[in-house]
């Protein structure tokens, strides 16, 4: 409840949002979840920043990431999940604690909806697979580019220490 990026020194997390230096001059560029069975090999992946407001998608090793996901380069292109993605969470640590209540929930139901097809999805040939887990990616992209708009339009309620904004 009372998490917001901005407190700590550290920020030592498994979510780590880069702040004031000089030690806490990186962030999480990504995250992986990887489930591992006799019958089942999914593997849950961000493609973005800050894991506390990325949405997991499915993919699998012999499908591989969709074509549509490219790779990001150091600088801005908003063409990019990383980079597009990006855009929401520079928005959400503004004020954090208020604007994770907007969203989160959406992400952890559409997480479930994931997890329940994916079940079954993962019994499927490679291609309904590739399809899925690319359908996955556009719903998660679908979902962001909603929240965007509103995150913009709330006015900032809990300020971050002035280092952090820095």
């Known amino acids: 409840e009372g998490f917001t990026p901005g407190k700590g020194l550290t920020g030592a997390d498994v979510c780590m949002h880069a702040g004031f230096g000089p030690i806490r001059t990186?962030?999480?560029?990504?995250?992986?979840?990887?489930?591992?069975?006799?019958?089942?090999n999914t593997h849950w992946l961000t493609g973005t920043a800050a894991p506390c407001i990325?949405?997991?998608?499915?993919?699998?090793v012999d499908s591989g990431i969709p074509e549509s996901v490219k790779a990001p380069k150091e600088k801005f292109d908003g063409s990019t999940l990383f980079w597009k993605h990006e855009r929401l969470h520079r928005e959400v640590i503004k004020d954090y604690r208020s604007r994770i209540k907007v969203f989160g929930s959406q992400i952890q139901d559409l997480?479930?909806?994931f997890?329940?097809?994916?079940?079954?999805?993962s019994k499927q040939d490679?291609?309904?697979?590739a399809t899925f887990s690319q359908e996955c990616f556009t719903k998660a992209d679908q979902l962001e580019e909603s929240i965007l708009?509103?995150?913009?339009?709330?006015?900032?309620?809990?300020?971050n220490h002035f280092y952090y904004t820095m």
Do not use: D, T, Y
Not at 26 to 40: D, L
Not at 54 to 60: D, L
Not at 126 to 129: A, F, G, I, L, S
């Open 26 to 40: 990186s962030q999480s560029a990504g995250s992986m979840v990887s489930e591992i069975g006799p019958r089942v």
């Open 54 to 60: 990325s949405v997991f998608k499915p993919v699998w």
């Open 111 to 113: 997480e479930a909806h």
């Open 115 to 121: 997890l329940i097809e994916s079940i079954e999805i």
């Open 126 to 129: 490679m291609r309904k697979r």
């Open 149 to 159: 708009p509103r995150l913009k339009s709330l006015p900032i309620r809990h300020k």
